[in-house]
């Protein structure tokens, strides 16, 4: 069956250091996988996508890695900060039953103390 | 104003009843959703429409109903809500054709008594 998988539920660091993050997926090829920012009661944020042919995606801090032969996605936080604690959500593209529309994995609850 | 509004922010309604939640978008895009959230499943999605004339039930339609009424108006409704209806509810829009990121609305927390 197709699953998306967040390693971990719950993840503490640090301030400062580097929090990463991964989500593995089965029986999918995607053409392309998105990570979201999730605070309590609020909508999912979008923040950043990666495309199956590119490696390595950046944006300020952020950092996302596409793997398709380990069927892996990394997501980097660099020099982390107790503002970035949130829930932060994989998400790819099933083209499948649904269409083209998004799966989510269940998250991971990042925190980040001072 | 948000571009992805969803009203109410929440409710409390009894088993049995009618409700309905509605969604109005700001960014004109044809694409809508509604996803429910509980904790430990993650988000899921109920229904989706492409365009006005176009609805797709999503993994867990049972016990729901949609109906676009524009462009910008994506409503959902519990035609008998039960107890296990209770949960975060979501709308987003999209893009069609190009792979962005959805917007989402701010959710409305339903919880069935």
């Known amino acids: 069956s197709q699953k998306i998988e967040q390693n971990s539920e719950a993840l503490n660091i640090q301030e400062g250091k580097t929090a990463t993050l991964t989500c593995n997926y089965t029986?999918?090829?995607?053409?392309?996988l998105q990570w979201y920012r999730q605070d309590p009661g609020r909508g999912p944020v979008f923040l950043l996508l990666i495309r199956e042919n590119e490696k390595e995606k950046r944006k300020e801090r952020l950092k996302v890695t596409f793997d398709t032969t380990l069927k892996q996605s990394l997501f980097h936080i660099t020099a982390s900060q107790p503002a970035d604690s949130a829930t932060y959500l994989c998400a790819l593209v099933n083209y499948g039953g649904s269409q083209g529309n998004l799966i989510f994995g269940k998250g991971t609850k990042l925190s980040v103390k001072p | 104003d948000a571009d992805v509004t969803q009203t109410p922010r929440n409710r409390i309604t009894k088993t049995g009843k009618r409700i309905m939640l509605e969604c109005s978008q700001t960014?004109?895009?044809?694409?809508m959703y509604w996803y429910r959230q509980d904790p430990g499943l993650g988000l899921r999605l109920i229904y989706y429409?492409?365009?006005?004339?176009?609805?797709n039930k999503g993994e867990i339609s049972d016990g729901y109903s949609v109906s676009r009424q524009a462009q910008a108006k994506f409503s959902l409704s519990l035609e008998s809500a039960i107890p296990n209806q209770t949960a975060l509810y979501f709308c987003?829009?999209?893009?069609?054709?190009?792979?962005?990121?959805?917007?989402f609305g701010s959710g409305t927390r339903l919880t069935v008594v």
């Open positions: 987003a829009t999209s893009d069609p054709g190009r792979a962005w990121g959805y917007t």
């Open positions: 429409s492409f365009d006005v004339k176009d609805i």
């Open positions: 029986n999918y090829s995607p053409a392309y």
């Open positions: 960014k004109g895009h044809d694409r």
